[in-house]
């Protein structure tokens, strides 16, 4: 596994872990010698840094960025609704029989979560931690629908949308159309899209001021999820996802 590490991206996770325990900020001399790293390694890491608005500049010292902050909420409201979607997986298993998933936004794609197996011995499920592209699959669908709805030329700039199966929506006029129909159903599908004989539906999950936060789905084999099943499966989707905005205070 070792191999596989970049040792300057580890630097500046270590760089950017330091300076998360000491707020008074730092200097890039102080910084190199603390960290035990060259000066131009830590110049070269802090104005990447910089750039990115994970560090911001006072005078010579360089202290966390406001980029950070969203990231650390983000981080802990994921964390706060893994712990609350467990139970409504579980339930989305048992009345659906397959797999069940729970995503949030992530940089302009999809971050599953959590993920309750279904019984099926043939599973084709992401593993919590996967980060999905957001045109292919039905919760990353979900959120452009929703969450990134007037970012898709930057997401996807000069029209660069990857084809993953002959399914793959690979336009942005196909994204805004699909999208609109996704509003107004309520729910997304990924039809082989992403994986050839995988189907997908998701549903949006609402705060309490009725902002789309995360998204709740099904996967599983278009042999088990056949087309005729829609109707009735996103309605036991679009159930969860309401039981779990609920529980956020979303009463709508």
Not at 3 to 24: D, S, T, V
Not at 89 to 108: D, Q, S, V
């Amino acid at each position: 596994m070792e191999k596989y590490i970049i040792p300057n991206l580890r630097n500046a996770c270590r760089l950017l872990k330091w300076l998360g325990e000491h707020p008074e900020g730092s200097t890039i001399p102080d910084l190199a010698r603390d960290l035990e790293i060259p000066r131009t390694t830590a110049l070269r890491i802090v104005r990447t840094l910089a750039v990115e608005n994970l560090l911001r500049q006072e005078d010579s010292v360089y202290k966390l960025g406001a980029r950070m902050i969203s990231l650390g909420l983000a981080a802990r409201s994921g964390i706060a609704l893994r712990e609350l979607v467990v139970p409504h997986l579980r339930t989305l298993m048992e009345k659906t029989g397959e797999t069940a998933h729970a995503a949030i936004p992530c940089e302009g794609r999809t971050l599953i979560i959590e993920v309750c197996d279904s019984v099926h011995p043939i599973r084709a499920a992401s593993r919590a931690g996967t980060v999905a592209d957001a045109h292919c699959s039905s919760t990353g669908k979900i959120f452009l629908a929703h969450v990134y709805a007037k970012e898709l030329d930057k997401i996807y700039p000069d029209g660069n949308i990857p084809r993953r199966t002959k399914n793959t929506i690979t336009t942005l006029d196909g994204l805004r159309k699909e999208a609109e129909k996704i509003r107004k159903r309520g729910y997304a599908v990924d039809d082989e899209e992403f994986h050839v004989g995988v189907r997908c539906l998701a549903a949006p999950i609402k705060d309490a001021s009725g902002k789309v936060v995360a998204a709740v789905g099904i996967t599983a084999s278009v042999i088990r999820f056949t087309k005729a099943r829609e109707a009735e499966l996103s309605e036991h989707v679009k159930s969860v996802a309401a039981a779990i905005s609920n529980e956020l205070g979303n009463h709508g």
